[in-house]
């Protein structure tokens, strides 16, 4: 005779699910502006959101670059966006992440190459807007084990860990061949996995937290408020 798992024994008590579901949320995001010059943007310009990728341990990932520009687009003060990836390829071989330019004087000489301007003006680019930062995990503990009976299986224990993402947004004005400003957002939250009879994985939320406070400030500052 086989034996099987009922759905409602599977089911741990809801109390526990609402009580754990309120420590996976608690996530802290704190978002700091160093503003270093004007800005502002007409409605025929537009914006490129790059990610930083000369960093020998880490690269930052194109998944946050997009989140970070397609929130840009959206709601009061929408900017236009030019994909990354879009603009990349458009502009290959000058924004790989060997060649692409480090500083704002680097992109002063790579303008007075034509092509390079001249897609530039295509584009109708104001700013580039380069990220920084990585999401890492730590802090480790506890443990799981899981087995498997004549009757079923089954999962106990629990583990947790803090997630850290921290990202920074320097913003180049292709105009003046300067940094205006610099934008860091830093989000940290505590992730858990408890485990009676299945696990449920409880995440917190820190990277999505860090690109919504992150592309929301950045918006504001391109537009000059």
């Not at 741990?12 to 699910?17: A, D, H, T, V």
């Not at 007075?112 to 295509?122: G, L, N, S, T």
């Amino acid at each position: 005779m086989k034996s099987y798992l009922t759905t409602a024994s599977l089911e741990p008590p809801g109390f526990l699910i609402l009580l754990l579901t309120i420590f996976a949320s608690c996530t802290s995001t704190t978002v700091d502006e160093f503003r270093q010059g004007e800005t502002g943007i007409e409605s025929d310009e537009s914006v490129v959101v790059l990610g930083r990728r000369q960093a020998s341990d880490y690269e930052t990932r194109s998944e946050f670059v997009e989140c970070v520009g397609k929130r840009m687009t959206r709601g009061d003060g929408a900017i236009s966006i030019v994909p990354e990836r879009q603009f990349i390829d458009a502009m290959f071989p000058w924004f790989e992440p060997r060649t692409a330019p480090l500083r704002t004087r680097d992109l002063e000489l790579l303008m007075a190459e034509d092509v390079v301007a001249r897609k530039m003006d295509e584009f109708g680019i104001r700013y580039i807007v380069w990220l920084d930062g990585v999401t890492e995990t730590r802090d480790r503990a506890g443990s799981l084990s899981c087995a498997i009976a004549p009757g079923g299986g089954a999962c106990f224990g629990g583990l947790t860990w803090e997630d850290d993402a921290n990202f920074t947004a320097m913003v180049w004005d292709v105009g003046s061949f300067s940094t205006v400003g610099t934008i860091s957002a830093d989000a940290t939250g505590q992730s858990f996995m408890p485990a009676i009879v299945v696990p449920i994985p409880l995440i917190a939320r820190v990277e999505a937290n860090a690109c919504q406070r992150l592309a929301d400030q950045l918006k504001q500052f391109v537009n000059g408020s």
